[in-house]
């Protein structure tokens, strides 16, 4: 059992983070000398504290639990969650999703009962994180998650309703809605009025414009509307119910559970099932936002497991100590990201704040008004019905799982909702993969077989069927609209293929727009297949004249646009949206030549994202100051390494380049036009080359330069790498050893890359493929010396 407690030591993954800022304190006293608590923590545990003390008291009172529970609740889930759990930045405590949840087993059970079932479920979370299956929650389908949270904030709406106009929730959704008539009929229109105003304080605070607005958003709207109902209660002395804290003295605690066995199983199943999965997914939106903002990374990505382990600790201690049940909080995780947080220590010292507020705060916590807890929950119940998920989740035709879910938990409960939308999200799924639609048509003596629909063993008979319809000989398209294709039907589409080709007949594979999908692994060229999109892509045949020759430019700029909407943007859509969210954080600044040849993500393996990119004619860096007028070198290069945080910038020249050839052969004087003037940047190369040339020509690949181009492209490296160096920005991240440089040459004809070695003599060493990349290397590094 020991190995599956989350300490640090537990396996070489979590002993790297023992020196990370979100690491846990160390488990030996010694080292607890130089703990520190960074000030970014403190404000941002404050402002989490000041959301989470009346939420956690309107979500004890949606319940029905005692109102210490809630504040019992979130001192656990910040202490115990905090420091035990894998996501450094989220913040635990009373969840609104656990709030039907919760208030069902009460009405059950009883509120002894509900604590032991609360320690049951952090048992079994406890299990669940030996088990190590914490990513499997993830494999939910969104519109299941996404349509419990809508259920259980339509529940919680509609019962904080009640509180709201001054009268007291029912046990069910459907004995809330019976009864709301009457409640309207009976409302008390002093709690009317202070829910009233505390919902539109909660819908304004955050609008207010201007400079005013953004001071005033330091404080919480939960506070702020809460803070501020509390106070008109009491200055114009309404007579409304408020909070009413006992003494801690009198405060129950769990009790062994009593009721029908079935029945505790089916809760203790619930609550663990609600609290891992609003938990793991809080996890993963977490790390999407911390690495969204600016400034470095609180770590690394949550570790899963450890964060069900520190759920399920968190859960068993808050039921011993007569706590409600534990998960993460969205609300409060965001508020913590954005207030800054660095470390677990923000929650941890939340809890700590939380523990003071119920030992200290009591008198001034019982002025708070119920209807104001009621509207600031009933808010929250109304927010978990979010259009964005909804618009989301009807793009991906996924509509009928979410509604089925959301109905399930409202009318029948959490578990027979969420049972009930799993259900019918593998039925769609299944739907999806089984419904196929092939159809045959013949158009100008060419036969189209059009498949609609993923291609699965299921439709290998009728995608037969349909293939053998066209005459032996013919030219036969089959355009495929999907995106799978298992291997029974990979196997009979391209056997066919094979058998109609040695017929004499043609066959083209195609999308559902026309484009060619793939040619037969016979065809010839086949090593080229992956360039043929290229419209002067020729390999060892005739160039043929490019399609729509003759047409204006701007045609060939729309086609190929068109070509990645319909190809490549849908392979790419996801990983942009990804960028768009957080935002590019490249690691190399690349400043290379405009040359059109020189496609740097293709020779150097990269994708969006990945670099930062300068192109200009010569790959040229003018010394700090000699743009004259024009910085837009210098800017891109403060912009990379100072607000980018580049950690290397690489040189990267090319053989046959025309700002080399204009440099050598252009005559001094004549009139000053702009390329000349440009071109005055590389003048240093040029003197550079003609000192070293009586050392001796460079050598590449144990021959000499082709000529002096080749020669002054490899000079001109090293001569920018130098300008480079000029630059204060670079001057001090290299001082700081946080920046490196490199030097690059392409060989544009041989398709050849050299890297620039640390060498005082300024060596290029010849890139080639490692051996277990499945090409040997059969001779030693060729090498330039300039």
Same mark, same amino acid.
């Given at each position: 059992?020991?190995?599956? #407690?989350?300490?640090?030591?537990?396996?070489?993954?979590?002993?790297?983070?023992?020196?990370?800022?979100?690491?846990?304190?160390?488990?030996?006293?010694?080292?607890?000398?130089?703990?520190?608590?960074?000030?970014?923590?403190?404000?941002?545990?404050? /402002?989490?504290?000041?959301?989470?003390?009346?939420?956690?008291?309107?979500?004890?009172?949606?319940?029905?639990? @005692?109102?210490?529970?809630?504040?019992?609740?979130?001192?656990?889930?910040?202490?115990?969650?905090?420091?035990?759990?894998?996501?450094?930045?989220?913040?635990?405590?009373?969840?609104?999703?656990?709030?039907?949840?919760?208030?069902?087993?009460?009405?059950?059970?009883?509120?002894?009962?509900? *604590?032991?079932?609360?320690?049951?479920?952090?048992?079994?979370?406890?299990? =669940?994180?030996?088990?190590?299956?914490?990513?499997?929650?993830?494999?939910?389908?969104?519109?299941?998650?996404?349509?419990?949270?809508?259920?259980? +904030?339509?529940?919680?709406?509609?019962?904080?309703?009640?509180?709201?106009?001054?009268?007291?929730?029912?046990?069910?959704?459907?004995?809330?809605?019976?009864?709301?008539?009457?409640?309207?009929?009976?409302?008390?229109?002093?709690?009317?009025?202070?829910?009233? =105003?505390?919902?539109?304080?909660?819908?304004?605070?955050?609008?207010?414009?201007?400079?005013?607005?953004?001071?005033?958003?330091?404080?919480? /709207?939960?506070?702020?509307?809460?803070?501020?109902?509390?106070?008109?209660?009491?200055?114009?002395?309404? $007579?409304?119910?408020?909070?009413?804290?006992?003494?801690?003295? $009198?405060?129950?605690?769990?009790?062994? %559970?009593?009721?029908?066995?079935?029945?505790?199983?089916?809760?203790?199943?619930?609550?663990?099932? #609600?609290?891992?999965?609003? $938990?793991?997914?809080?996890?993963?939106?977490?790390?999407?936002?911390?690495?969204?903002?600016?400034?470095?990374?609180?770590?690394?990505?949550?570790?899963?497991?450890?964060?069900?382990?520190?759920?399920?600790?968190?859960?068993?201690?808050?039921?011993?100590?007569?706590?409600?049940?534990?998960?993460?909080?969205?609300?409060?995780? #965001?508020?913590?990201?954005?207030?800054?947080?660095?470390?677990?220590?923000?929650?941890?010292?939340?809890?700590?704040?939380?523990?003071?507020?119920?030992?200290?705060? #009591?008198?001034?916590?019982?002025?708070?008004?119920?209807?104001?807890?009621?509207?600031?929950?009933?808010?929250?119940?109304?927010?978990?019905?979010?259009?964005?998920?909804?618009?989301?989740?009807?793009?991906?035709?996924?509509?009928?799982?979410?509604?089925?879910?959301?109905?399930?938990?409202?009318?029948?409960?959490?578990?027979?909702?969420?049972?009930?939308?799993?259900?019918?999200?593998?039925?769609?799924?299944?739907?999806?993969?089984?419904?196929?639609?092939?159809?045959?048509?013949?158009?100008?003596?060419?036969?189209?077989?059009?498949?609609?629909?993923?291609?699965?063993?299921?439709?290998?008979?009728?995608?037969?069927?349909?293939?053998?319809?066209?005459?032996?000989?013919?030219?036969?398209?089959?355009?495929?609209?999907?995106?799978?294709?298992?291997?029974?039907?990979?196997?009979?589409?391209?056997?066919?293929?094979?058998?109609?080709?040695?017929?004499?007949?043609?066959?083209?594979?195609?999308?559902?727009?026309?484009?060619?999908?793939?040619?037969?692994?016979?065809?010839?060229?086949? *090593? *080229?297949?992956?360039?043929?999109?290229?419209?002067?892509?020729?390999?060892?045949? %005739?160039?043929?004249? !490019?399609?729509?020759?003759?047409?204006?430019?701007?045609?060939?700029?729309?086609?190929?646009?068109?070509?990645?909407?319909?190809?490549?943007?849908?392979?790419?859509?996801?990983?942009?949206?990804? =960028?768009?969210?957080?935002?590019?954080?490249?690691?190399?600044?690349?400043?290379?030549?405009?040359?059109?040849?020189?496609?740097?993500?293709?020779?150097?393996?990269?994708?969006?994202?990945?670099?930062?990119?300068?192109?200009?004619?010569?790959?040229?860096?003018?010394?700090?100051?000699?743009?004259?007028?024009?910085?837009?070198? /210098?800017?891109?290069?403060?912009?990379?390494?100072?607000?980018?945080?580049?950690?290397?910038?690489?040189?990267?020249?090319?053989?046959?380049?025309?700002?080399?050839?204009?440099?050598?052969?252009?005559?001094?004087?004549?009139?000053?036009?702009?390329?000349?003037?440009?071109?005055?940047?590389?003048? %240093?190369?040029?003197?550079?080359?003609?000192?070293?040339?009586?050392?001796?020509?460079?050598?590449?690949? +144990?021959?000499?330069?082709?000529?002096?181009?080749?020669?002054?492209?490899?000079?001109?490296?090293?001569?920018?790498?130098?300008?480079?160096?000029?630059?204060?920005?670079?001057?001090?991240?290299?001082?700081?050893?946080?920046?490196?440089?490199?030097?690059?040459?392409?060989? &544009?004809?041989? /398709?050849?890359?050299?890297?620039?070695?640390?060498?005082?003599?300024?060596?290029?060493?010849?890139?080639? %493929?490692? @051996?277990?990349?499945?090409?040997?290397?059969?001779?030693? !590094?060729?090498? &330039?010396?300039?």
């Amino acid at each position: 059992m020991s190995a599956c #407690v989350p300490t640090h030591a537990t396996d070489s993954a979590h002993a790297s983070r023992d020196h990370e800022p979100h690491g846990p304190p160390p488990g030996k006293f010694g080292k607890f000398r130089n703990f520190r608590i960074a000030g970014a923590d403190v404000s941002a545990s404050i /402002a989490v504290f000041l959301i989470a003390l009346p939420l956690s008291l309107g979500i004890a009172l949606a319940t029905g639990a @005692p109102l210490q529970a809630g504040l019992v609740a979130a001192a656990v889930g910040g202490l115990v969650a905090g420091w035990l759990g894998g996501s450094p930045l989220q913040v635990s405590g009373p969840a609104a999703g656990l709030t039907v949840v919760t208030a069902d087993v009460i009405h059950q059970y009883g509120w002894r009962t509900t *604590c032991a079932i609360t320690v049951l479920a952090g048992i079994a979370q406890l299990g =669940l994180g030996c088990l190590r299956v914490a990513r499997s929650a993830l494999a939910v389908s969104p519109a299941v998650v996404h349509g419990m949270l809508a259920g259980i +904030g339509v529940a919680i709406a509609v019962a904080q309703l009640h509180i709201v106009l001054g009268g007291t929730p029912q046990s069910s959704v459907l004995a809330n809605l019976r009864a709301l008539p009457a409640q309207l009929a009976d409302a008390q229109s002093a709690a009317l009025a202070i829910s009233a =105003l505390t919902l539109a304080l909660l819908l304004l605070w955050p609008r207010i414009p201007g400079r005013v607005g953004r001071a005033l958003r330091v404080v919480p /709207a939960p506070l702020v509307s809460v803070a501020a109902a509390t106070a008109v209660a009491a200055l114009a002395g309404l $007579s409304v119910a408020k909070v009413d804290l006992p003494s801690w003295r $009198s405060h129950a605690l769990a009790g062994l %559970p009593e009721g029908p066995v079935l029945g505790l199983i089916a809760a203790v199943l619930t609550v663990t099932l #609600v609290c891992s999965v609003q $938990s793991l997914l809080g996890a993963v939106a977490v790390d999407k936002l911390s690495s969204g903002r600016p400034g470095p990374r609180a770590g690394g990505r949550s570790d899963l497991n450890r964060e069900l382990l520190g759920q399920g600790a968190a859960n068993a201690v808050s039921g011993v100590l007569g706590g409600l049940p534990v998960a993460g909080v969205a609300v409060r995780s #965001v508020a913590n990201v954005r207030a800054g947080a660095v470390s677990r220590n923000s929650t941890m010292l939340h809890g700590v704040w939380v523990v003071v507020a119920a030992l200290l705060m #009591v008198p001034l916590l019982e002025l708070i008004p119920l209807a104001a807890l009621g509207a600031l929950v009933m808010a929250v119940g109304i927010q978990m019905v979010s259009l964005n998920h909804i618009r989301t989740i009807t793009r991906h035709r996924e509509i009928l799982a979410y509604t089925t879910t959301t109905l399930g938990v409202v009318f029948l409960g959490v578990l027979e909702g969420v049972a009930l939308g799993v259900a019918v999200a593998v039925a769609v799924a299944l739907h999806r993969l089984a419904r196929t639609r092939i159809t045959h048509t013949e158009e100008d003596g060419v036969h189209h077989v059009r498949v609609r629909g993923q291609l699965t063993f299921l439709a290998v008979p009728r995608l037969s069927r349909a293939l053998h319809l066209a005459p032996q000989g013919a030219a036969i398209i089959v355009e495929l609209d999907g995106s799978f294709m298992d291997h029974a039907a990979y196997e009979a589409l391209h056997c066919w293929q094979d058998a109609h080709t040695a017929q004499g007949g043609t066959v083209e594979v195609t999308g559902r727009a026309g484009t060619r999908i793939a040619e037969p692994a016979s065809a010839s060229h086949s *090593c *080229c297949r992956p360039w043929t999109a290229w419209r002067n892509h020729h390999c060892d045949r %005739p160039q043929e004249a !490019p399609q729509g020759a003759g047409r204006p430019s701007g045609h060939q700029l729309a086609s190929g646009i068109s070509a990645f909407q319909r190809n490549t943007a849908p392979h790419v859509r996801g990983e942009l949206a990804r =960028l768009a969210r957080e935002g590019q954080q490249p690691s190399q600044l690349f400043l290379t030549c405009a040359d059109s040849r020189l496609v740097t993500s293709m020779i150097t393996s990269s994708g969006p994202g990945d670099l930062f990119v300068v192109r200009n004619v010569g790959n040229l860096v003018p010394l700090p100051g000699a743009e004259s007028g024009d910085d837009s070198v /210098a800017a891109a290069i403060e912009y990379a390494v100072d607000v980018l945080q580049v950690r290397s910038i690489t040189v990267c020249g090319h053989s046959g380049c025309g700002a080399m050839q204009a440099l050598l052969n252009t005559p001094p004087g004549g009139a000053q036009t702009p390329l000349k003037r440009w071109l005055r940047h590389g003048m %240093p190369s040029l003197d550079r080359m003609a000192a070293h040339q009586k050392e001796g020509w460079a050598r590449l690949a +144990g021959r000499a330069p082709a000529d002096a181009v080749e020669q002054l492209c490899l000079t001109n490296v090293v001569q920018q790498l130098e300008h480079l160096r000029g630059h204060g920005s670079v001057a001090r991240r290299m001082a700081e050893g946080s920046l490196e440089l490199h030097g690059m040459y392409f060989h &544009v004809g041989e /398709a050849q890359a050299y890297l620039l070695t640390e060498s005082q003599d300024a060596v290029f060493d010849q890139v080639t %493929p490692s @051996p277990h990349e499945g090409t040997p290397r059969e001779e030693p !590094p060729a090498r &330039v010396k300039v």
